[in-house]
């Protein structure tokens, strides 16, 4: 009898491990330069005056990287300003784009900097937005189902933690143009975004339904 509750415990416990996540920290550099940039950024784009980049999370957008690798991911996102690959934007502003996290293509959760402080990722909302970026998301290097399934336990995992109410994929930020919370100055500032596309962001829903997150505003 006892050798079978030893059992039984040594499975829950063998069961309770495997379902723990880890994040894996590999931050980008964030030195004074990327500090005085992103609060210029606040400052500029939404009109927000700060000692430091601070944010408080109420949203948390999901993105694809579109390109293949981990690697290559990473290091887009890296260095403190924009490199010449962005032209569109680079006018703007010239802090880098960047995301809180960034998930490989076997699921493995990599954090880049901390969750409370701006991240430049989505137009109008970055003052708000905690951003989850996926390595691939082209017609070569599709999303993976342990992509999905690791974006749906950071959303669980980071809405324990903050306020959040609403999880939109990248190509909805649009719709929140009227809402309270965007801030963007520039009312020609857009960029046409098609990601991680609405299947990956209905499974997302659905599986996050009990945590009752807000609709997305529609027009």
Request: contains cysteine.
């Amino acid at each position: 009898m006892k050798h079978n509750i030893l059992l039984i415990l040594m499975t829950l416990l063998l069961i309770s491990c495997a379902s723990k996540r880890e994040i894996v920290q590999i931050p980008i550099l964030f030195n004074d330069e990327r500090v005085e940039l992103t609060k210029a950024y606040l400052s500029q784009r939404y009109n927000l005056e700060q000692d430091s980049p601070e944010i408080t999370p109420r949203m948390i957008v999901l993105h694809w990287t579109a390109i293949p690798s981990l690697k290559k991911s990473f290091e887009a996102f890296n260095r403190p300003t924009l490199p010449n690959w962005r032209p569109d934007i680079e006018s703007v502003s010239g802090l880098n784009v960047s995301a809180h996290y960034l998930v490989d293509q076997d699921g493995t959760i990599y954090q880049l900097m901390p969750e409370n402080i701006m991240a430049r990722h989505t137009i109008g909302l970055n003052h708000c937005a905690i951003g989850i970026e996926n390595v691939g998301g082209t017609e070569g290097v599709p999303l993976t189902k342990k992509q999905l399934k690791a974006n749906i336990h950071l959303v669980k995992l980071l809405a324990a933690k903050y306020p959040i109410e609403y999880v939109i994929g990248h190509q909805e930020y649009t719709l929140f143009e009227d809402h309270p919370l965007w801030l963007e100055v520039d009312d020609g500032y857009r960029t046409e975004k098609t990601d991680p596309g609405m299947d990956f962001m209905n499974k997302v829903r659905k599986a996050t339904k009990k945590l009752n997150f807000k609709p997305v505003p529609t027009k």
